[in-house]
């Protein structure tokens, strides 16, 4: 009886310690998850059942996503390789504009759309907008042989980050106006990458999440894309006092800390 | 007899005997009574002294009843829980990112949960000298054979859905820090045809490369020097830098949530059985079958015979010592068994320097027809960069000193010849470090920019 306890108790300690050095909950700077969440954790670290369900939740969802940007090949065989591109900007819940064309075609928060698009046969993209979408790397398929697009907004998309962006490299004569702000998943590497589109001329990087030292990034792709318009709005840039001698104090510590491991290795 | 006591208390430092314990509360009773006699002068740090006693008394009394409930880790044998396991199916010997790439791939293959038992062995918990986590981190396309690409695809892929293959519930996401700035390789008039070739090979196997001439370099990258450059080679897509420790750490935790076990130590032996079977042409052959491999623990004379059925030689740049200690080649010449590992260990060094004029973000990782590379290492101005020997000038691998000669003479010669801006670079030597790399006697084949 008193084992039992004991192990219990044991067990208690050894959970509470788990979750206080466990990860940080994703963008939030909350310091300890919910309570439900709390309680899902510590029944996953003793029954094997409920990871075994955690599991299946959390590759359902994936799944959710790579059905949403499955390639389109009945539709390209039917139809043609425009009005497929056309219709998944529309299954995503996207807008686009034909070339040539001057009103949009978009689907409303409750995923009904004109099908008056299907009347322009072979026409391309001129202008795509898929804010707020759950376009991703594999999904960028339907869109590449889109000669003609020019203008591209992401905004706000969860599953962008620097392989799409690499990718993009697809439409590096045509593309002008990109719109890459509030992507949770892009790091300084994608954005090396977008190097390649030649004809970028207007870039919005405002509020990426995922850069570590924004103003730097900042200047450094100015100086990459001579002629491209760079917006970054939402960053803090301030060089305030007390923000420079923190960062000096940590500069000097992590020269000393690389002398010393230097000197231990060799 | 209490002298026996006393002295088998101070040989075991946790476990212990419930007779010794007593002796150490005696013990310390004993202590205790000194300083009462020395510092009678003093009035509160005795009773403080005391109390302090009474505490660590009443701590060693609930320890011991909890070692002494069942469910408890407390066994009267002092068993040295940092030796592997005695037996196991599968032991991989090297920890390196190969070594713990295969331990995942192997318990992800298996069809039953729990299965499978892998240890996975390596000799120097610290990396110092693993060729992993000192390599330059680089993936590319672009090589010459069809088979080179589809695995450097292949690896993109994996790298690209990194968190659903390698992430673990309830811990924080991968971030490998990829770079897709791509590679970038100059060719002189030589070498131009042999660039196109593999172009064309290099497209019909998928990889996302273009080619480029001198002007339309010089448009894209204004601060290369075009001299001498034929033709260049730029990879588009899938191709860039990324860190090597993170990938690895990744492996190593999903492979250990998955139930393989780690092990600090190094196989300096083995035991294996022999069939002695006859082949066609009436000769005699002697099979070999591994039994077991005697780990040895580091700076102890300790060691674990792990009985297993397979052996996994992953140990990069000192495999080949490895198969000597197998005895892979130790049969007569001309024979099958004759044939030793045909892998050596070759020393590569790896400078890190500060230029504040060089190229920006855009820099590829650019490899000249010399042999010399360079990469861009963060944003703060600073370069990597190194070179090939040539065949005759190969470094001693015996140890890892890196010569500074060869930056002055070898290297920076032809990077300022390239690029203009690198004629004012100053070495960071605190960052210096030389990497061995494992070297296919083969082919040539260098292992350390394919991941």
Redesign the interface.
Known sequence: M??HL??LHRCCQRSARLLVA???WSSSSVSSPPLHTRLL?FL?QRFYDV?ML??WR?QQG?RRVQKKNAYYSYTQHFHGADIAAAFYVLSLKGGFRYVGQSDWFHTDKRGQFNWNFLNHKDTPLEEVDMSCSLIS?SGLENLVGQQSLRTLSLQGCPEVD??F???L?VFQDSLEELDISHCPRI???????L??LKGLRRLDMSSLPGLS?PG??II??E??LPQCQIIASGYDLSLSQEGIEERNEQHEQGHES??SE?QA?? | MLTWRRLHVKASAVHGLLTSRLVTEQHTWVHGHLPLCQSLSTGTPVRNDFFKDLEAQFAAARQKAADAMPGSSWSPIEINPNLPPERADIVIVGGGVVGWSIAYWLKQKERVRGALKVVVLEKDPTYAQASTVLSAGGIRQQFSLPENIHLSLASADFMRNINDYLGVLDEEPIDLQFNHSGYLFLASEDVAHIMEENYSTQRDAGAKVSLLSPTQLKEKFPWINTDGVVLASYGLENEGWFDPWTLLNAFRRKAMSMGVVQCCGEVTDFKYSVNRAMTTEGKSLDIRRIKSVKVQMPNSLEYQPVECAIVVNAAGAFSSKLAQILRVGSGAKNTFEGISLPVEPRKRFVYVFHCPDGPGLDTPFLVDYSGVYFRREGLGGNYITGASPEEEKEPDPGNLEVDHEFFMEKIWPNLAHRIPAFEKLKVRVETLSSSLVVFNLSGAADLKTKV
């Open positions: 008193s084992a004991m192990s466990g990860r940080p954790l996953t990871e955690l599991r959390s994936q790397y620097d392989w962006l690499a990718r490299h790091t300084t590497g994608g954005l090396a990458a190097r390649n030292n730097l990034v450094l792709l100086e990459m690389d002398k230097k290795i060799y």
